[in-house]
Protein backbone atom coordinates (compact mmCIF):
# COMPACT_ATOMS: atom_id res chain seq x y z
CA UNK A 1 0.00 0.00 0.00
CA UNK A 2 1.35 3.64 -0.79
CA UNK A 3 2.35 5.36 2.07
CA UNK A 4 -0.12 8.10 1.64
CA UNK A 5 -2.61 5.56 2.11
CA UNK A 6 -1.02 3.95 4.72
CA UNK A 7 -1.16 7.23 6.68
CA UNK A 8 -4.56 7.69 5.89
CA UNK A 9 -5.75 4.21 7.13
CA UNK A 10 -3.59 4.52 10.41
CA UNK A 11 -5.38 7.65 11.07
CA UNK A 12 -9.25 6.09 10.97
CA UNK A 13 -9.23 5.23 14.69
CA UNK A 14 -12.51 3.87 15.56
CA UNK A 15 -12.99 4.76 19.11
CA UNK A 16 -12.30 8.25 17.78
CA UNK A 17 -15.45 7.99 15.41
CA UNK A 18 -18.95 6.80 15.29
CA UNK A 19 -19.91 3.27 13.47
CA UNK A 20 -20.97 4.95 10.51
CA UNK A 21 -17.75 7.45 10.19
CA UNK A 22 -15.62 4.65 10.52
CA UNK A 23 -17.87 2.53 7.56
CA UNK A 24 -17.67 5.60 5.44
CA UNK A 25 -14.28 6.36 5.51
CA UNK A 26 -13.07 2.53 5.54
CA UNK A 27 -15.34 1.99 2.15
CA UNK A 28 -13.39 5.54 0.99
CA UNK A 29 -9.91 4.12 1.75
CA UNK A 30 -11.10 0.20 0.48
CA UNK A 31 -12.13 2.88 -2.76
CA UNK A 32 -8.86 4.36 -2.89
CA UNK A 33 -6.81 1.68 -2.61
CA UNK A 34 -8.69 0.20 -5.62
CA UNK A 35 -8.76 3.23 -7.93
CA UNK A 36 -4.89 3.27 -7.22
CA UNK A 37 -4.47 -0.29 -8.21
CA UNK A 38 -6.37 0.35 -11.59
CA UNK A 39 -4.50 3.58 -12.36
CA UNK A 40 -1.21 1.49 -11.25
CA UNK A 41 -1.86 -1.51 -13.86
CA UNK A 42 -3.13 0.79 -16.28
CA UNK A 43 0.26 2.53 -16.10
CA UNK A 44 2.27 -0.14 -16.22
CA UNK A 45 0.57 -1.31 -19.68
CA UNK A 46 0.68 2.26 -20.71
CA UNK A 47 4.82 2.39 -20.22
CA UNK A 48 5.46 -1.33 -21.53
CA UNK A 49 2.69 -3.27 -23.26
CA UNK A 50 0.40 -0.76 -25.09
CA UNK A 51 2.03 -0.39 -28.56
CA UNK A 52 2.27 -4.47 -28.71
CA UNK A 53 -1.32 -5.00 -27.18
CA UNK A 54 -2.87 -2.03 -29.50
CA UNK A 55 -1.19 -3.88 -32.87
CA UNK A 56 -1.69 -7.28 -31.52
CA UNK A 57 -5.60 -6.57 -30.81
CA UNK A 58 -5.99 -4.85 -34.29
CA UNK A 59 -4.40 -7.91 -35.72
CA UNK A 60 -6.90 -10.61 -33.66
CA UNK A 61 -9.41 -8.66 -34.21
CA UNK A 62 -8.43 -8.38 -38.56
CA UNK A 63 -8.20 -11.81 -38.45
CA UNK A 64 -11.60 -12.58 -37.15
CA UNK A 65 -13.22 -10.47 -39.66
CA UNK A 66 -11.25 -11.99 -42.73
CA UNK A 67 -12.03 -15.46 -41.23
CA UNK A 68 -15.77 -14.22 -41.39
CA UNK A 69 -15.87 -12.22 -45.08
CA UNK A 70 -13.71 -15.32 -46.48
CA UNK A 71 -10.71 -14.06 -46.92
CA UNK A 72 -8.73 -16.37 -44.54
CA UNK A 73 -9.91 -20.33 -44.90
CA UNK A 74 -10.83 -21.63 -41.21
CA UNK A 75 -7.17 -23.28 -41.31
CA UNK A 76 -5.09 -20.33 -42.17
CA UNK A 77 -7.05 -18.84 -39.30
CA UNK A 78 -5.57 -21.25 -37.21
CA UNK A 79 -2.40 -20.89 -37.97
CA UNK A 80 -2.25 -17.29 -37.41
CA UNK A 81 -3.88 -16.97 -34.42
CA UNK A 82 -2.01 -20.08 -32.90
CA UNK A 83 1.50 -17.88 -34.15
CA UNK A 84 -0.30 -14.41 -33.02
CA UNK A 85 -0.43 -16.20 -29.53
CA UNK A 86 2.55 -18.20 -29.33
CA UNK A 87 4.86 -15.34 -31.03
CA UNK A 88 3.24 -12.06 -31.90
CA UNK A 89 2.80 -11.18 -28.14
CA UNK A 90 4.76 -11.97 -24.53
CA UNK A 91 2.57 -14.29 -22.25
CA UNK A 92 3.72 -11.46 -19.47
CA UNK A 93 2.60 -8.82 -21.97
CA UNK A 94 -0.55 -10.93 -22.50
CA UNK A 95 -1.18 -12.05 -18.80
CA UNK A 96 -1.29 -8.26 -18.11
CA UNK A 97 -3.58 -7.22 -21.03
CA UNK A 98 -6.13 -9.65 -19.79
CA UNK A 99 -5.13 -8.51 -15.70
CA UNK A 100 -4.85 -11.99 -15.24
CA UNK A 101 -2.92 -10.75 -11.76
CA UNK A 102 -6.39 -10.00 -10.81
CA UNK A 103 -8.35 -13.32 -12.01
CA UNK A 104 -5.35 -14.76 -9.72
CA UNK A 105 -5.95 -12.77 -6.31
CA UNK A 106 -9.45 -14.31 -6.42
CA UNK A 107 -9.68 -17.42 -8.85
CA UNK A 108 -13.16 -18.90 -8.61
CA UNK A 109 -13.01 -23.00 -9.16
CA UNK A 110 -15.54 -25.73 -9.51
CA UNK A 111 -15.43 -29.20 -8.47
CA UNK A 112 -16.52 -30.95 -12.16
CA UNK A 113 -14.97 -29.01 -15.34
CA UNK A 114 -13.60 -25.57 -15.78
CA UNK A 115 -14.59 -22.17 -14.17
CA UNK A 116 -15.13 -19.13 -16.93
CA UNK A 117 -13.97 -16.31 -15.75
CA UNK A 118 -14.74 -13.20 -18.41
CA UNK A 119 -11.70 -10.85 -18.69
CA UNK A 120 -12.30 -7.30 -20.15
CA UNK A 121 -9.26 -5.44 -22.41
CA UNK A 122 -8.49 -1.92 -21.50
CA UNK A 123 -9.64 0.90 -23.33
CA UNK A 124 -6.53 1.71 -25.33
CA UNK A 125 -6.31 4.54 -27.95
CA UNK A 126 -6.55 2.67 -31.60
CA UNK A 127 -8.75 -0.54 -30.76
CA UNK A 128 -12.51 -0.75 -32.25
CA UNK A 129 -15.05 -0.44 -29.54
CA UNK A 130 -16.26 -4.29 -30.49
CA UNK A 131 -14.17 -7.07 -31.21
CA UNK A 132 -14.65 -10.02 -33.92
CA UNK A 133 -13.71 -12.25 -30.95
CA UNK A 134 -14.53 -12.88 -27.28
CA UNK A 135 -12.29 -14.32 -24.71
CA UNK A 136 -12.04 -16.32 -21.54
CA UNK A 137 -10.30 -17.86 -19.51
CA UNK A 138 -11.15 -21.09 -17.68
CA UNK A 139 -9.57 -21.70 -14.08
CA UNK A 140 -9.67 -25.65 -13.41
CA UNK A 141 -9.01 -27.71 -10.30
CA UNK A 142 -6.32 -30.25 -10.88
CA UNK A 143 -7.45 -33.77 -12.78
CA UNK A 144 -10.62 -31.40 -13.84
CA UNK A 145 -11.36 -31.07 -17.76
CA UNK A 146 -12.89 -28.88 -20.48
CA UNK A 147 -14.45 -32.11 -21.11
CA UNK A 148 -14.95 -33.43 -24.79
CA UNK A 149 -16.66 -31.60 -27.25
CA UNK A 150 -16.86 -30.31 -31.03
CA UNK A 151 -17.98 -27.16 -32.21
CA UNK A 152 -20.57 -25.91 -34.70
CA UNK A 153 -19.41 -23.08 -37.05
CA UNK A 154 -16.60 -21.72 -34.64
CA UNK A 155 -12.94 -21.00 -34.47
CA UNK A 156 -11.39 -20.68 -31.26
CA UNK A 157 -7.91 -20.89 -30.06
CA UNK A 158 -6.60 -22.29 -26.61
CA UNK A 159 -3.14 -20.43 -25.07
CA UNK A 160 -1.91 -22.44 -21.48
CA UNK A 161 -1.64 -19.33 -18.81
CA UNK A 162 -0.78 -21.51 -15.90
CA UNK A 163 -0.12 -24.84 -14.98
CA UNK A 164 -0.05 -28.39 -17.40
CA UNK A 165 -2.43 -29.88 -19.03
CA UNK A 166 -2.79 -33.31 -21.09
CA UNK A 167 -4.23 -32.15 -24.25
CA UNK A 168 -6.19 -33.94 -27.01
CA UNK A 169 -7.99 -33.02 -30.23
CA UNK A 170 -9.77 -34.93 -32.80
CA UNK A 171 -10.81 -34.10 -36.24
CA UNK A 172 -14.47 -34.39 -37.18
CA UNK A 173 -14.43 -36.46 -40.08
CA UNK A 174 -18.52 -37.20 -40.18
CA UNK A 175 -21.67 -36.55 -38.49
CA UNK A 176 -24.22 -39.48 -37.90
CA UNK A 177 -27.57 -38.90 -36.06
CA UNK A 178 -26.25 -39.71 -32.89
CA UNK A 179 -22.27 -40.25 -33.41
CA UNK A 180 -19.49 -38.31 -34.46
CA UNK A 181 -16.67 -40.49 -36.05
CA UNK A 182 -13.37 -38.52 -34.78
CA UNK A 183 -10.05 -38.96 -36.05
CA UNK A 184 -7.26 -38.25 -33.17
CA UNK A 185 -5.15 -35.48 -34.42
CA UNK A 186 -3.29 -34.23 -31.44
CA UNK A 187 -2.17 -36.19 -27.93
CA UNK A 188 0.28 -33.92 -25.42
CA UNK A 189 0.85 -32.38 -22.66
CA UNK A 190 0.85 -28.47 -22.94
CA UNK A 191 2.07 -26.07 -20.54
CA UNK A 192 2.28 -22.33 -20.46
CA UNK A 193 2.76 -20.49 -23.38
CA UNK A 194 1.42 -23.09 -25.51
CA UNK A 195 -1.48 -23.42 -28.01
CA UNK A 196 -3.84 -25.60 -30.00
CA UNK A 197 -7.11 -24.10 -31.83
CA UNK A 198 -10.34 -25.81 -34.16
CA UNK A 199 -12.39 -24.60 -36.59
CA UNK A 200 -15.07 -26.68 -38.14
CA UNK A 201 -12.49 -28.25 -40.66
CA UNK A 202 -8.98 -28.79 -38.74
CA UNK A 203 -9.12 -30.42 -34.88
CA UNK A 204 -12.67 -29.36 -34.28
CA UNK A 205 -12.98 -31.57 -31.08
CA UNK A 206 -10.81 -30.96 -28.20
CA UNK A 207 -10.77 -32.54 -24.49
CA UNK A 208 -8.29 -30.48 -21.86
CA UNK A 209 -7.24 -32.03 -18.38
CA UNK A 210 -5.28 -30.43 -15.49
CA UNK A 211 -2.66 -32.07 -14.18
CA UNK A 212 -1.59 -29.16 -11.90
CA UNK A 213 -3.51 -26.69 -9.61
CA UNK A 214 -4.36 -24.18 -9.96
CA UNK A 215 -4.57 -24.39 -13.75
CA UNK A 216 -5.64 -21.18 -16.11
CA UNK A 217 -6.24 -21.40 -20.41
CA UNK A 218 -6.99 -18.38 -22.26
CA UNK A 219 -9.35 -18.94 -24.87
CA UNK A 220 -10.25 -16.39 -28.15
CA UNK A 221 -13.09 -17.46 -30.18
CA UNK A 222 -14.73 -16.47 -33.25
CA UNK A 223 -18.58 -17.16 -33.34
CA UNK A 224 -20.60 -17.34 -36.42
CA UNK A 225 -17.77 -17.96 -38.78
CA UNK A 226 -20.24 -18.72 -41.53
CA UNK A 227 -23.01 -16.44 -42.04
CA UNK A 228 -25.24 -18.78 -43.82
CA UNK A 229 -24.40 -22.15 -41.99
CA UNK A 230 -27.23 -24.06 -41.18
CA UNK A 231 -25.29 -24.92 -38.01
CA UNK A 232 -26.47 -22.81 -35.43
CA UNK A 233 -22.80 -21.84 -33.37
CA UNK A 234 -22.27 -24.34 -30.16
CA UNK A 235 -20.87 -27.37 -28.48
CA UNK A 236 -20.91 -31.16 -29.24
CA UNK A 237 -20.47 -32.79 -26.78
CA UNK A 238 -18.68 -36.66 -27.57
CA UNK A 239 -17.67 -39.31 -25.84
CA UNK A 240 -14.21 -39.95 -27.25
CA UNK A 241 -14.00 -43.76 -26.54
CA UNK A 242 -16.63 -44.88 -28.97
CA UNK A 243 -16.15 -47.78 -30.78
CA UNK A 244 -12.68 -48.51 -32.62
CA UNK A 245 -13.10 -48.32 -36.60
CA UNK A 246 -10.59 -48.55 -39.35
CA UNK A 247 -7.70 -46.26 -40.28
CA UNK A 248 -7.42 -45.14 -36.21
CA UNK A 249 -11.47 -43.48 -36.78
CA UNK A 250 -13.30 -43.81 -33.23
CA UNK A 251 -17.43 -43.61 -33.29
CA UNK A 252 -18.12 -41.08 -30.71
CA UNK A 253 -21.32 -41.30 -29.37
CA UNK A 254 -22.70 -37.84 -29.01
CA UNK A 255 -23.95 -37.07 -25.24
CA UNK A 256 -25.41 -34.21 -23.11
CA UNK A 257 -23.42 -31.47 -21.15
CA UNK A 258 -24.33 -33.59 -17.98
CA UNK A 259 -23.14 -36.78 -19.36
CA UNK A 260 -20.05 -35.12 -20.29
CA UNK A 261 -19.14 -33.44 -17.15
CA UNK A 262 -20.10 -36.69 -15.15
CA UNK A 263 -17.57 -38.68 -17.17
CA UNK A 264 -14.55 -36.18 -17.71
CA UNK A 265 -15.23 -33.21 -15.92
FE1 LIG B 1 -14.10 -25.70 -27.15
Known sequence: MPNSLKKNASMVDPEFCSR???AQRSLHAILAVSLLDHLCSADLLASSAKPTSTKWLN????IGLDLRGKELSPV???????????SEIDLKD??????????????????????????RFPKLDGIPERFSFSQQIFALKKGRSVVPHGHNNMATAFLILKGNFHGRHYDRVEDEKEHMIIRPTIDSRFGPGQTSSISDEKDNVHWFKAEDEPAFIFNLHVLG?????????SRVYVDPFGEKLDD??????LIGYKEAHQ???
Not at 248 to 253: Q, T
Open 248 to 253: GLVRAP
Open 94 to 119: LTQLIDFDKILKKPRFVDNGARSHRP
Open 59 to 62: RVNQ
Open 20 to 22: RDF
Open 76 to 86: QWQSEIEHMLS
Open 263 to 265: KFG
Open 225 to 233: VNAKSPKRT
